[in-house]
């Protein structure tokens, strides 16, 4: 029996509507308070920014594996430990530049990655959480083993030297030191990052890993590689989130196996739930909640800092049950104005 002809019609993109000059002018000034705010805050503020972005990357590399293609994963703070580490002993022990760390840790762990997607391909749901669990707890440990500590620094770690600015200036006040360096170098990776999953996500690539986490046996039979696409994904995933390794190494300055232990692999999760699941812009939303959040929860209660944040998570998961980007989809669907609402259900007709 000859399956059923696919309307190539129906898969394609739709023709992007043109942007008001609004929408430029909001860029624009987007842009400006980017460039703006290392200069209005201390260096300590920074450095919390420059972990934003950071964690930014690495739950966008968790949610293209979850959020796009289904695949749940308890085990990124894995990769973000290796590629912490490539950076790490490729700066201090080959003397490295910082940023050549970067394609060379993503590489690193995209291989990592894409050899764990093949055990993966025969588990699924809760157990491949256990599997990859099992991957964040082994991670650390072997980080300490003996036979590694020349590379590694053992307990102790590696410390690192902070990449000082090609040149220096003030402004607002504020000098433009390494923090501030990092700053924008690290705006500009994360930049490059999202603009390369937009593209990746919003393309038939993109169309395939959603049809696998929906219907898989439908995806098969329309012939969507599951394995390879499987697999991919995992390395994809798992080097998005071993640039931010890279990245946190540089940021802070040192890693340790400590560092890297569960905890930021459920973090890593939170945030993406936080942010929205299947949601490209809802990392920066986790990222700000990861980073943040506990610090205000420490503030409030210094004896139970984590029955603060317990609590506060359980009120945004009641108010928001599908992310910051949920609601900001159903306020836009409810009060978004007469002419956006028929050109999505032009959209909708087409697709």
Not at 193 to 212: D, E, K, P, S, Y
Not at 257 to 273: A, C, E, K, N
Request: aromatic share 12%; charged share 10%; proline share 6%.
């Amino acid at each position: 029996m000859q399956p059923a002809a696919v309307n190539v019609t129906a898969t394609m993109p739709a023709t992007p509507a043109r942007r008001s000059p609004l929408f430029w002018l909001a860029i624009a000034a987007g842009v400006v308070a980017l460039c703006v705010l290392p200069f209005l805050v201390k260096n300590y503020r920074v450095f919390q920014f420059n972990l934003v972005l950071v964690y930014a990357i690495a739950i966008l590399g968790l949610n293209i594996l979850t959020g796009f293609n289904g695949q749940i994963s308890l085990g990124h703070g894995a990769f973000y430990a290796v590629g912490a580490y490539a950076a790490a002993i490729l700066m201090e022990r080959a003397g490295v530049p910082y940023w050549a760390t970067l394609p060379l840790a993503g590489a690193l762990c995209f291989v990592f990655g894409f050899l764990m997607g093949f055990p993966a391909l025969r588990l699924g749901g809760h157990y491949l959480a256990v599997a990859t669990l099992a991957l964040a707890l082994a991670v650390p440990q072997l980080l300490k083993y003996k036979l590694l500590e020349g590379w590694t620094g053992g307990v102790q770690g590696l410390v690192l030297n902070k990449p000082e600015p090609p040149f220096t200036f003030r402004f607002l006040g504020q000098p433009f030191n390494a923090d501030r360096w990092l700053y924008f170098f690290t705006l500009a990776v994360t930049v490059l990052m999202f603009w390369l999953a937009w593209n990746l996500l919003h393309g038939r690539v993109g169309r395939a890993l959603v049809a696998i986490r929906d219907h898989p046996i439908a995806a098969s039979a329309m012939g969507i590689n599951l394995p390879m696409f499987k697999s991919l994904t995992f390395g994809v995933s798992a080097a998005f989130t071993g640039v931010a390794g890279a990245l946190g190494a540089s940021v802070i300055a040192f890693v340790s196996p400590d560092s890297f232990t569960i905890t930021l692999s459920i973090f890593l999760l939170v945030g993406m739930v936080v942010g929205g699941l299947a949601s490209i812009s809802g990392a920066f939303f986790g990222a700000l909640f990861i980073q943040f959040v506990p610090n205000i929860a420490d503030e409030v209660s210094k004896s139970a800092p984590a029955a603060i944040y317990g609590v506060l998570l359980i009120v945004l998961m009641i108010l928001m049950p599908t992310g910051v980007m949920g609601l900001v989809r159903s306020l836009w669907l409810r009060w978004r104005p007469p002419r956006a609402a028929a050109s999505s259900n032009a959209t909708l007709k087409e697709t």
